[in-house]
Each structure stands twice: as structure tokens, then as C-alpha cells.
């Protein structure tokens, strides 16, 4: 499962560097749940073709990440900013919710929203 999330994150930061056939036999199989034989008969292509074709797209993808670390970066991006929020959130309720605190709680909450 660990797998399939990741290579899912993987495929939202590099996805679009793959053609659109590849596109579109990727997402059947991971995002639409379909078998390779429904994926085949769909796309006029046998079951093999279904198969290497996803495997070719798991390198890519796996590739592209090893160059660019995107999915990567963004993940200790998210890790620090929810580490900035629970030191943030101690620290208001030692201190009595200043005001400052307050801000800097709020921005990061919209940061991580946004990632």
C-alpha cells in the first residue's frame, strides 16, 4: 500500500511529463482501480503491453524523483511546517494565546493547507 501512495505523489509532481497515452493507461490502473484486461481491451493493446507499459511509468516516475527530489522536498516542507505548528500551539498555551503566537500559528496552518 506504502508503494501505491507513493508512487500516487509521485505521479501528481511528474505525471504530466508522461504522453498522454501513458497518462491515461497510468490512471486507469492506479486512480480507476481497473484490471489489465479491462485497461487492455479499452485501449486496444494486450494485457503485456498493459503491464510493461505501467512498469516503464513507475521507472520514469521513480527516475524523474531521483534527479529532481520534488515529492521529496515537499514532504520534509510539510514535516517542518507541522513541526513549526505543534511548537507554535505549545507555546500559546504556556504563554496565554499572544498574539503573535497566534499569527505565526495561522500562517502556517494556511501553508500546510496550501501544501
Request: with cysteine; hydrophobic share 35%; net charge negative.
Amino acid at each position: 500500500m506504502e508503494k501505491i501512495v507513493e508512487l500516487g505523489l509521485l505521479y501528481d509532481f511528474y505525471g504530466e511529463l508522461l504522453t498522454k497515452h501513458q497518462q491515461k493507461i497510468y490512471e486507469a490502473a492506479v486512480f480507476e482501480d481497473m484490471s489489465l484486461g479491462e485497461i487492455a481491451e479499452e485501449a486496444g493493446i494486450s494485457r503485456q503491453g498493459v503491464h510493461d507499459l505501467l512498469k516503464r511509468c513507475d521507472r520514469q516516475l521513480l527516475s524523474y524523483e531521483s534527479r529532481l527530489h520534488l515529492a521529496e522536498r515537499f514532504m520534509e516542507a510539510k514535516k517542518t511546517v507541522q513541526e513549526i505548528l505543534r511548537l507554535t500551539k505549545e507555546a500559546m498555551e504556556q504563554e496565554g494565546k499572544p498574539e503573535q503566537l497566534r499569527e505565526i500559528y495561522d500562517l502556517g496552518s494556511r501553508l500546510l493547507d496550501e501544501l
